[in-house]
């Protein structure tokens, strides 16, 4: 069983930046897509970036210029380098693992951003 543990969430003004961070652990598996969503209250869980096993990246427009997703496959980890962040930002933010060769998804516990002055 595979599980996830993100960091680096919190409470940053506006125009600030934030790193998250996601390292799966638990036996022996093989890791292919990583992703971030966030949900806000009321809202549904969106994706906000993605990344293959082969270094492919997809944003959400909302965030393109602003997010980066990268990957640390030594350490079975994924970041997002969140800047010039906005209050629509503020959402429990989900690190989601695809497992290979059988396609188990995992999903982090959701770790919380809040953008506010």
């Known amino acids: 069983q595979v599980q996830l543990l993100e960091s680096g969430g919190g409470l940053v003004q506006p125009g600030g930046s934030l790193r998250l961070s996601c390292e799966a652990s638990?036996?022996?598996?093989?890791?292919?897509?990583m992703g971030w969503y966030r949900q806000a209250p009321g809202r549904q869980r969106e994706l906000v970036a993605q990344i293959t096993g082969g270094g492919v990246t997809n944003y959400a427009d909302s965030v393109k210029g602003r997010f980066a997703i990268s990957r640390d496959n030594a350490k079975n980890t994924v970041y997002l380098q969140m800047n010039s962040l906005k209050p629509e930002d503020t959402a429990v933010y989900y690190c989601?693992?695809?497992?290979?060769?059988?396609?188990?998804?995992?999903w982090g516990q959701g770790t919380q951003v809040t953008v506010s002055s």
């Open positions: 989601k693992v695809v497992t290979i060769p059988l396609w188990n998804v995992y």
């Open positions: 638990g036996g022996r598996f093989s890791i292919n897509a």
